[in-house]
């Protein structure tokens, strides 16, 4: 089946640094690719949907000039936490819609845990 | 996209059925029902997806009442490893984002 893969896992930074993150689709093309973030013991929050080639799309409260998206190509998305502080500490997960098939599923990466010291 | 209630626990011994139920009573026509879980510190697994007929893939079984306003996913035969987080999330085919309610926190049991 389609493999999204998401890297780092796991990143520790200091406040004030950037972090980036990326979000390839192995064996399939992704026009969109979307970003989650998820704090402890709470569901997936949509941030943003990546469009490649094109600006990505942010959801109400989700500040553009601090989570910056990059999709400039159809297997890979970045997500960049620009001045990141301990607020953004969180479970970042992207996922990825397989164009080529007709029942429209979403895959997911395995998530990169954020801890801003 | 309609909004769906789950409960928020539910256990479950191993080895026996699991049945996780999902209301969606504002459901339309064109939504179906997806069903992902996240294990704990992983992205969402996709499990399966219907519209009106129940549906059967490696994974589980999904039942959708004749009104299409519930459903049930059944897990066969729990194992430890089922342990994990149930959404149920309903939406348009041609929508492409899902967008994540509390979901059921399922606990298989030995």
């Known amino acids: 089946g389609a493999v999204v893969s998401q890297h780092p896992s796991r990143v520790i930074c200091k406040s004030g640094t950037s972090v980036k993150i990326e979000c390839r689709s192995l064996?399939?093309?992704?026009?969109?690719m979307f970003w989650y973030r998820q704090f402890p013991k709470q569901s997936l929050m949509l941030m943003a949907t990546?469009?490649?080639?094109?600006?990505?799309?942010?959801e109400q409260g989700v500040e553009k000039d601090k989570f910056l998206i990059n999709h400039a190509s159809l297997t890979l998305s970045t997500l960049t936490v620009t001045s990141a502080h301990p607020e953004d500490s969180s479970f970042y997960i992207c996922s990825a819609r397989d164009g080529r098939t007709t029942n429209e599923k979403l895959f997911f990466g395995s998530g990169t845990q954020l801890s801003v010291l | 996209d309609a909004k769906t209630t789950q409960p928020p626990s539910m256990d479950c011994a191993e080895g026996r059925a699991a049945n996780l139920p999902c209301n969606h009573s504002t459901i339309s026509g064109n939504e179906y029902v997806y069903w992902y879980r996240q294990i704990h510190s992983q992205g969402p697994q996709y499990i399966i997806h219907g519209l009106k007929n129940n549906e059967t893939n490696e994974m589980a079984s999904l039942i959708i009442t004749e009104d299409r306003k519930s459903s049930t996913l059944i897990l066969p035969h729990a194992t430890l490893r089922d342990t994990a987080v149930y959404y149920c999330?309903?939406?348009?085919?041609?929508?492409?984002?899902?967008?994540f309610g509390a979901g059921t926190i399922l606990r298989v049991k030995s």
């Open positions: 064996d399939f093309q992704a026009t969109t």
């Open positions: 999330i309903v939406r348009p085919l041609t929508r492409n984002k899902l967008v």
């Open positions: 990546s469009n490649e080639g094109s600006k990505a799309t942010y």
